[in-house]
Protein backbone atom coordinates (compact mmCIF):
# COMPACT_ATOMS: atom_id res chain seq x y z
CA UNK A 1 0.00 0.00 0.00
CA UNK A 2 1.47 3.09 -1.39
CA UNK A 3 0.10 6.98 -0.60
CA UNK A 4 0.91 10.31 -1.44
CA UNK A 5 0.22 12.62 0.89
CA UNK A 6 0.11 16.62 0.08
CA UNK A 7 1.26 19.48 2.07
CA UNK A 8 -1.84 21.01 2.01
CA UNK A 9 -3.83 18.30 3.00
CA UNK A 10 -1.98 16.71 5.53
CA UNK A 11 -3.71 14.65 8.06
CA UNK A 12 -1.88 12.52 10.35
CA UNK A 13 -3.00 8.81 10.71
CA UNK A 14 -0.76 7.17 13.19
CA UNK A 15 0.82 8.35 16.33
CA UNK A 16 4.37 7.02 17.93
CA UNK A 17 3.96 5.57 21.19
CA UNK A 18 4.54 7.57 24.48
CA UNK A 19 7.57 6.17 24.84
CA UNK A 20 9.20 6.82 21.57
CA UNK A 21 10.34 4.54 18.94
CA UNK A 22 13.46 3.70 16.76
CA UNK A 23 13.79 4.09 13.47
CA UNK A 24 15.19 2.71 10.38
CA UNK A 25 16.01 3.50 6.83
CA UNK A 26 14.70 0.37 5.19
CA UNK A 27 13.13 -2.91 6.88
CA UNK A 28 16.05 -4.53 7.91
CA UNK A 29 15.97 -5.58 11.46
CA UNK A 30 19.86 -6.72 10.58
CA UNK A 31 20.48 -3.20 10.22
CA UNK A 32 21.05 -1.00 13.36
CA UNK A 33 18.48 1.62 13.47
CA UNK A 34 19.30 4.84 11.99
CA UNK A 35 16.78 7.25 14.21
CA UNK A 36 15.06 7.76 17.26
CA UNK A 37 11.51 9.08 16.69
CA UNK A 38 10.16 10.62 20.16
CA UNK A 39 6.79 9.81 21.78
CA UNK A 40 3.89 11.06 20.39
CA UNK A 41 4.42 12.26 16.96
CA UNK A 42 1.90 12.69 14.30
CA UNK A 43 2.89 10.41 11.03
CA UNK A 44 1.44 8.76 8.03
CA UNK A 45 1.78 5.73 7.47
CA UNK A 46 2.30 5.72 3.10
CA UNK A 47 4.28 2.07 2.94
CA UNK A 48 3.60 -1.13 4.74
CA UNK A 49 5.50 -4.22 4.58
CA UNK A 50 5.09 -7.24 6.48
CA UNK A 51 4.72 -5.68 10.17
CA UNK A 52 7.18 -2.84 9.08
CA UNK A 53 5.29 0.74 8.47
CA UNK A 54 7.26 3.37 6.32
CA UNK A 55 6.07 6.79 7.94
CA UNK A 56 6.36 10.64 7.38
CA UNK A 57 6.44 13.49 9.67
CA UNK A 58 4.64 16.73 9.08
CA UNK A 59 8.38 17.93 8.63
CA UNK A 60 8.97 15.22 5.82
CA UNK A 61 10.78 13.38 7.64
CA UNK A 62 10.34 9.70 7.04
CA UNK A 63 11.47 6.17 7.92
CA UNK A 64 10.79 2.87 8.98
CA UNK A 65 9.25 1.16 12.08
CA UNK A 66 7.62 -1.39 13.80
CA UNK A 67 4.02 -0.77 12.54
CA UNK A 68 2.52 -3.01 15.63
CA UNK A 69 3.84 -0.37 18.20
CA UNK A 70 1.63 2.27 16.09
CA UNK A 71 -1.36 4.13 17.29
CA UNK A 72 -3.76 4.51 15.16
CA UNK A 73 -5.90 7.82 14.89
CA UNK A 74 -8.96 8.44 14.95
CA UNK A 75 -9.85 9.09 11.12
CA UNK A 76 -12.65 11.87 12.33
CA UNK A 77 -9.81 14.15 13.91
CA UNK A 78 -11.31 13.45 16.81
CA UNK A 79 -8.74 11.50 18.24
CA UNK A 80 -10.41 10.88 22.00
CA UNK A 81 -7.79 9.52 24.60
CA UNK A 82 -7.95 6.27 24.88
CA UNK A 83 -7.66 5.76 28.56
CA UNK A 84 -10.79 7.37 29.23
CA UNK A 85 -12.34 4.21 28.21
CA UNK A 86 -10.46 1.94 30.25
CA UNK A 87 -11.02 4.17 33.07
CA UNK A 88 -14.63 4.19 32.45
CA UNK A 89 -14.84 0.40 31.62
CA UNK A 90 -12.71 -0.23 35.05
CA UNK A 91 -15.46 2.10 36.69
CA UNK A 92 -18.61 0.35 35.46
CA UNK A 93 -16.64 -3.55 36.50
CA UNK A 94 -16.18 -2.37 40.08
CA UNK A 95 -19.65 -1.50 40.18
CA UNK A 96 -20.98 -4.62 38.40
CA UNK A 97 -18.71 -6.91 40.87
CA UNK A 98 -19.90 -4.06 43.78
CA UNK A 99 -23.38 -4.93 43.15
CA UNK A 100 -23.51 -8.57 42.48
CA UNK A 101 -21.68 -9.13 46.02
CA UNK A 102 -24.67 -7.29 47.36
CA UNK A 103 -22.95 -4.07 49.09
CA UNK A 104 -25.37 -1.72 46.69
CA UNK A 105 -29.09 -0.64 48.08
CA UNK A 106 -28.45 -2.01 51.32
CA UNK A 107 -29.34 -5.92 50.25
Same mark, same amino acid.
Given at each position: ?????????????????????????????? $? %???? &??? =?? !? +????? @???????? $? %???? &??? =?? !? +????? @?????????????????????????????????????
Amino acid at each position: MTETVGRSGWTPTHRSPPEGMDAWESPDPA $V %RSSD &DLV =GK !V +DLVVI @EEAGVWAK $V %RGEN &DWE =GW !V +DGRLL @EQLDPSGRNPDRRAYVLLGVAVAVLVVVALLGLVGGS
